[in-house]
């Protein structure tokens, strides 16, 4: 793979559904990858920003979420659901796609931006730690609705 292309996906279309049909079950077992509306929303929301990687031959190769909510503290941010696809690993583009996201979100008033990854995903984690993010010591709380 070449150069890696970013950009703010503008309109959910069937192209990017189908990408995200590929890419989503190497990022979550569990999770279904998003409907056309489900995708639709996301893109159309102002909290968010769907962030994709495109090879030289136009294919998406990645993508990652920003969420930006404001907070009485302040503007925060948050990144969610990186997946770069197997094929394409280790040819930057989930450095550039999280790069990207950083810009947007200091450009957007964010102070911080954070994000979880599992232990297990070493390399994802050496990546976040390469790009200067720190790991907090906080508990992370989850509630199952």
């Given amino acids: 793979m070449g150069t890696v292309t970013i950009e703010a996906a503008r309109v959910a279309d069937d192209e990017l559904c189908a990408a995200l049909v590929r890419l989503v079950p190497q ?23 769907l962030f994709i990687a495109r090879d030289d031959a136009g294919l998406v190769v990645g993508s990652l979420t920003l969420a930006l909510f404001s907070v009485p503290t302040g503007v925060r941010a948050w990144i969610e659901d990186v997946v770069v696809d197997e094929s394409a690993r280790g040819a930057g583009a989930g450095a550039a796609l999280v790069r990207a996201a950083l810009s947007s979100a200091e450009a957007s008033g964010a102070r911080t931006v954070d994000l979880t990854s599992r232990p297990q995903r070493e390399e994802a984690n050496r990546l976040y730690q390469r790009l200067g993010f720190e790991q907090r010591h906080t508990n992370v709380y989850r509630y199952e609705l």
């Fill in 27 to 49: 990022l979550s077992s569990s999770a279904p990858p998003p409907t056309l509306d489900e995708l639709r929303r996301i893109v159309d929301s102002p909290a968010t920003t």
